[in-house]
């Protein structure tokens, strides 16, 4: 996906990105109809490359783009009446006369992907495919889903995840695709909602079809000593951490990210329609619109507020409320360790590694010597009869070597630096 920083069309779309969505909105009648159609326009841009633009554009990129969102309007409006003529009339069993071949032969294949869905639910865990069918087919409460159960949120929050990992599965093994890059993802996407009044004899799993497939996705996976900053959509943006692996994904109701390993600063759009929600080991963070950084440091997670306020759950189904200034660290499958930075003194620096520099207080030195490897390919490694040495200090990341050479001041340890350009720290002889 080409970056808004290179892209003078993307950087245009995400200045005007609430504008657009109103003019949908009252193009369209239906807030959820816009929401899809400004991430479609979205889409439709970033897949466009510039040299194959009219020379108009150039000239004014907001009229281009406000032309490319109209056009889209226009589109759902023709295929909605459409449909609308195709099926309303339509008794049980008979098929539209006239140029009905095509019609019947997309109806079918549409019966039958969604029977692969069926098929799928069918075989999952019978806990699994209870919260997922209350949670996108009833509207249950997640709340109420999880005590029903007998479980925490972010096991709910797992549950269906691992349900919807599912029948994307099942869809990808139907359509005969492997692992299709995010642009073949949307072409079936779009390929498959076309015609989704066809489906007209199985609502339920319609809607349940509707609700599942996302409308963009991206992963991103960095070398140490890399970052990566990428604008969203939906006009938030991700700082990812060196080392880092995330997987973004935008739903008509949710927007999602799931961070695997290494840590990621979040300044996230307002949307009270589809609320932002990071996922980290077993830890979820819940978000409208706010700045804030997750990381994971072994089994740990931390969370930390810029602005605004961010609902953190715990693996054992404890909650924090989060605001400005305050963090939180949770360890994976139990509770909350250390208590929100309110009252505390002056807040430390959110995410300080964005301005090239790491802040550890009483932290032991193994996990030092690992949040260090984020930003150099080469061994950083830690004797275990030193590795729980309190360390307080600021290490500019940029000079990493220098500040692992001036270690044994202030430690009673000794630091080698190898031939392959890797460090050893033991104990002091």
């Not at 939906?234 to 799931?258: C, K, Q």
């Not at 139990?334 to 208590?339: N, T």
Request: proline share 5%.
């Amino acid at each position: 996906m080409p970056g808004s920083a290179s892209n003078p069309l993307l950087s245009c779309y995400q200045e005007h990105y609430t504008g657009l969505l109103h003019f949908l909105i009252k193009r369209t009648g239906c807030r959820e109809t816009a929401h899809e159609l400004v991430q479609e326009t979205w889409l439709s841009l970033a897949e466009k490359p510039l040299d194959s633009l009219p020379e108009s554009a150039g000239q004014d990129w907001r009229a281009y783009i406000y032309t490319v969102a109209a056009n889209r309007a226009i589109d759902h409006q023709r295929h909605a009446r459409r449909t609308c003529e195709r099926f309303a009339e339509l008794p049980d069993g008979v098929e539209a006369e006239a140029g009905a071949g095509s019609d019947v032969v997309r109806r079918y294949a549409h019966r039958e992907a969604l029977r692969a869905v069926q098929a799928c639910l069918a075989g999952l865990p019978e806990r699994t495919r209870d919260i997922f069918l209350a949670d996108r087919l009833e509207g249950e409460k997640r709340e109420d889903i999880a005590r029903r159960h007998g479980v925490s949120l972010a096991t709910v929050e797992r549950e269906i995840m691992l349900a919807m990992d599912h029948v994307e599965q099942a869809m990808l093994n139907w359509q005969g695709d492997a692992a299709p890059e995010r642009r073949g993802r949307r072409r079936n996407l779009a390929r498959l909602l076309g015609v989704g009044a066809g489906v007209a004899g199985l609502p339920a799993l319609w809607q349940l079809w509707r609700h599942w497939m996302p409308v963009y996705r991206a992963d991103f996976a960095l070398v140490p000593g890399r970052f990566h900053g990428e604008a969203l959509p939906d006009g938030s943006t991700v700082l990812l951490d060196g080392a880092s692996i995330i997987a973004l994904a935008y739903y008509r109701t949710r927007r999602t990210a799931h961070l695997r390993q290494g840590g990621a600063f979040f300044a996230v759009a307002p949307d009270s329609a589809r609320p932002f929600t990071v996922t980290a080991l077993d830890v979820s963070v819940e978000v409208l619109g706010t700045r804030f950084a997750v990381d994971i440091e072994r089994n740990w997670v931390r969370v930390d507020v810029e602005s605004g306020r961010v609902q953190v759950l715990a693996g054992d189904g404890g909650q924090r409320l989060l605001t400005a200034g305050q963090s939180a660290r949770v360890r994976a499958g139990g509770s909350f360790v250390e208590p929100s930075g309110a009252g505390q003194g002056a807040a430390a620096p959110v995410a300080p590694w964005r301005e090239g520099w790491l802040d550890f207080q009483h932290t032991p030195l193994a996990l030092v010597a690992e949040r260090l490897s984020r930003y150099s390919t080469e061994p950083l490694q830690v004797a275990p009869a030193v590795g729980g040495l309190p360390v307080i200090a600021r290490v500019n990341i940029a000079e990493r070597d220098n500040w692992l050479r001036l270690l044994p001041a202030i430690l009673p340890v000794e630091a080698r630096q190898g031939v392959d350009g890797g460090w050893r720290i033991d104990a002091r002889r």
